[in-house]
Structure formats: C-alpha cells, structure tokens
C-alpha cells in the first residue's frame, strides 16, 4: 500500500509537472493580455510534434528540441500578431472563442502535415528504469521534474529580476499606466505569447518520451493546464505551477485508488468544487475583482 | 408584422419538400440542419441575450438523447414520456446547476461550464451498464405521437421542421418579453441590472434551464430518429460547434442563431469532400468571424446591406442635385 501510494505520487508528480508548465503559459498571456489563451495546448503538440518530424529528419536530438521550441515560439508571434493584436478590447467572449478558433485550425495544420498517426521520441537517457524506495521511475520523469524545477525557477526570476519581467507584471497590474510609465504593451505581449508558446514546445517536447502524440494530443493538456491556471487563482504564475501539480497528483491518486477510467472527470469535478467555493482560485487574490 | 420573419422562415421550410420531392439533399440534411438550430437557438439565449459562454451546452443535448435512449429501450417507455422525461432531468439538472455556474464569471464561467461537458462525457462513456459504453445504444424505437409512429425521411423532416418552428417561435416571443428584456440588461452591465430591480440571478438560471431544456428537446429527437447514439455526438467537439453556430450566425438574434446553424450544417457537409481541411477551415473561420465581423455573418451582412443601401441613396440623391 506504502509502496502504491509512492508510485502514484511519482506519476502524479510527472503528470502535474507538466500542467504546472502549461497553466504558467496560461498565466504568462492572462498577466499580459487578459485573454485566456485556449491553444495553449495546441503549442505543447505542435512542440512534440516538430521534435518528433525533426528527429525522424536525422536531427540529434538535442538539436531537434530547439529547432521544435522556436518553431512553436514562432507560431506562438503569428497567433499574437494575426489573431489577437486585431482583436484588442474584444470582449472576454469574443476572445474565448477567437483562441478556440486557433486551436482548431492549428489542429488542422497539424492533421494535414502528420495526418492522424501516433509518433513518439526516444527518451532522452535511455528507459532502464530506476528503482527508488519501492518505486519505479523512468529516467524521463526525472527530466521532466527537473527541466519543469529549472524552468520555473527561471521564469520567477524572470518576473522578479529583470526589467522586462517586471515590465510585463506592470502590464497586468494596469496596462495604460504600464504604457504611461514608457512600457511598450504591444512588445510585452508578443515576448508573454513567446514565452508561453516556447514553455508549451518545452512541456510537449519532455513528454513525447512518456505518452503518444498525434494532432490531437494538446486538447487535453491544454485543459488540464488550463484547470491549473483556474485553480491556482488566474494571473498567479506560481499559483498555477502548485494548481498542477495538485491537479496531477489527484488525479493519478483516483486513477490509482478510484477508475483509471473517471481520472478526467475526478480532475474536473477537483476543479469546479474549488470554483464553486473558492471562486479566485485556491491561490488567488481574494479582493481580485474577476469580470 | 413583429413575427413577419418567422412566417416567411416557415413558409420556406414548409416549402422546401415540396419544390425538391425526394431529394435526399433537403430532407437528410435539412433534419440535421433542424437539429442544429433548436440547439442554436436555445444556447443563443444564454450566450447572446445573456451574455454567459457554456462550453459544455453537448452535455444537455446528450441528456436528452440518453434520457429517451434509456427508457425507451431499457424500460420499455413510450417514446413521447421519454422525451418528456429527458426534457424535465435536463431542466432539472440545469436548475440546480445554475446558480453555483453561473455565479462564476468570464474565463471562470468558460472553466466550469467545460468541466460540466467532460464529466457528463466521461459518464456516457463509463457509466457501461447504462449507456453502453463508447459503444453506444442501439435499437432506439421512433418516436410514436399518440399513435402515429413516425417513420421515413420525409416524415422525419416534417417533424423536425414542425419542433424547430416552435422552438423559434417560443424564442423569439420570450425575447420581446419581460425576461428578454431583463435577459439583454444583464448582458449590458449585471450592475445596472441589479440597480434597476432585476434579479440577476433568476434571470441567468432562466436562460440557462430553457436553453438546457431546448438542448435536450433536440436530443431526444437527434436519439429517435437516429436510433442510435454514441458519445461521441456529445464530445467537446460538439460543444465547440455549437458555439461556433451561435456566434457564425451573430450574437443575440434568433435568426441569427438560425442562419449560423444552417449554415454551419451546409458547410460540414461540403467540407465532406475536404475531410482533411475540414478543421482547418472550420478553425479559420471561428477566427475570421470573431476578428472582422464579431457581431456575426447575419447580423454583420443586415448592417453592411443597411450601409450599402444609404451610401447608394446618398449618392443617388447627391446625384440628382448636380
């Protein structure tokens, strides 16, 4: 039982590593743009999949990681540029339903370049697994635990230390006196829909490893990080990291001890019990008005 | 003369069968196309009048369809009670829901009501003894209307049409009413509203049950006439398509509603060919729609023909004082 519980803490904890990853990229756009961006996920398959078509192609892996990361980067601008810059001041409807359209056509995209076949990549340090205190661990794992550790360590340094950190925490605080003050919004949201694409490539690319992807694999993560992102309290960047991980660790706690097959709906119903009583999130301002 | 559109829209519809006999075109199509706008209809008063997204609005569909489904065939039900049945679950379910829903705004509300759509999903498709699982039930018996046992396409057709008319007509008279009227305030300020003596919250939870009860009306028909169902008809996907009719067609107009389903039902049916385009084009769309034309192809197309029309006048008059 001990030992049960261990291993499915450690898959939880991998699982929840990577929703920290998409629902910091949720948080990333809400702080800078108010929009929540629904092809947050769409990222972490496009990321997945250009790594998987790179790798195939005889790039080195490592290589292949990169070139995927800042192609997504590269989708993440054109989404900004073509689908939300001409939509400012939409209402939270319109934008909504905007992203979802993106979602959709990246999916198409990807349907019409891998067509509806499964791929995955090699894990990155071989697949022996390790036996740690009556669990098994893939070596994958650990990449991901320690890739999502660095990266968020990052993006909080990010935030806190540097100028166009600080910049982009002043656009959400208020945008026009951002933009008073001599921030340029427009630039800060493109480098927030940057940063977020690049942090989902990163987040579909350590898991390619672990499970299958195919043109539809980001929906689910997509929403899952997006639960991360609800639970967390909505613009709180470290609030949506510990929402995933909870949001992980629940649900392979019900997978375990409950249905594997009600595991989404045991992550979900998590979710709309805390909206329906702690309506900010679990870690949101509390006097944050929410319209 | 307020209800002038409609007589024409039942004039067309009516007329339709009788233009194109036995074309397979107007009656297969134009049922599913009826389907769709009794969904349409009925989300348009939440999300247009009302202002409140549902991104889990598949999830009453489905509950009817399952609710006819179930009993018709398990417990040997008429076909009419079924749909009576489903349509009061559906409502019921609604209500209760609503008022936790819809106190959440925004992206908060999006959240919850899409985590409704998945959980009522992951139901149908594990709840095996009962729904059959992701295999579906079959053998769902058609709909018998004291006596007559509705049978054929073209029978079909008449029914559908016969439903979504009603459902039309029922939504175009409750949005000139009081609660429409109290409906379009909450949309326009929720603040003002209260000031003004509405109550907010009776108002959203009466938009949200009639649509949910509209949505299981569909599926109740959608479970007899196909006699079959599956989960796979209430996914996400279908969530997501619904909102696509409401907002195609333009925010807060019935005919709005009507024309976006219909014209969403043409366009999956000619992107058949396309099938691998399909999301590409149907992505592009919600885009282009939303960015260029946010008030919708009905509504955004009237007002482009009222400014074409002066600008034509204005010219015409200037004309005529040179």
Known sequence: MPEQLFQFLVTGITVGSLYALVGLGFALIYNASDVVNFAQGEFVMLGAMAAIALQNAGFPLFLAAIVATLLTVGVGLLLERFAIEPAVGASVVSTIIITIGAAIFLRGVALLLWGKDFYALPPFSGDTPIQLGGATVLPQSLWVLGVTVVLVLLVRAFFNRTLPGKALLACSYNRVAAQAVGINVKVMLRLAYGLSAGLGALAGILIAPITFSSYEAGVMLGLKGFSAAIVGGIGNPMGAVAGGLLLGVLEALGAGFISSGYKDAIAFLFVLMVLFFEPTGLFGHKSAERV | ????????????????????????????????????????????????????????????????????????????????????????????????????????????????????????????????????????????????????????????YGVIAAAMLLVVWLSLNLVDSQVGRALRAVHGSEFAARMMGIDTARTKTQAFVVSAVFAAFAGSLFAHQQAFVSPDSFNLTVSVELVTMVVLGGLASTFGAVCGAIALTLLQQGLVVFEDYEMLIHGALLMAVMIFMPQGLFVGLTQAAHRLGSTLARSKFRRSLD
């Open chain 2, 1 to 156: 003369m307020r209800l002038a559109g409609f007589y024409i829209f039942a004039a067309v519809v009516a007329l339709l069968p009788v233009l194109f006999p036995d074309n397979y075109f107007v009656v297969v199509v134009g049922t599913s196309a009826g389907l769709h706008v009794i969904l349409a209809v009925g989300l348009n008063l939440l999300i247009g009048y009302a202002g409140q997204i549902s991104l889990g609005h598949a999830a009453f569909f489905g509950l009817g369809a399952y609710a006819s489904a179930i009993l018709s065939t398990r417990f040997d039900w008429p076909s009419l009670l079924a749909l009576v049945a489903g349509l009061i679950a559906a409502g019921l379910i609604a209500w209760v829901f609503a008022r936790p829903i819809l106190r959440l705004r925004g992206h908060y509300l999006a959240m919850a009501t899409l985590g409704f759509g998945i959980i009522a999903h992951v139901i149908m498709v594990q709840a095996t003894q009962w729904t059959g699982g992701p295999d579906g039930l079959a053998g769902i018996p058609p709909l018998n209307l004291l006596g007559w046992q509705v049978d054929g396409d073209l029978q079909w």
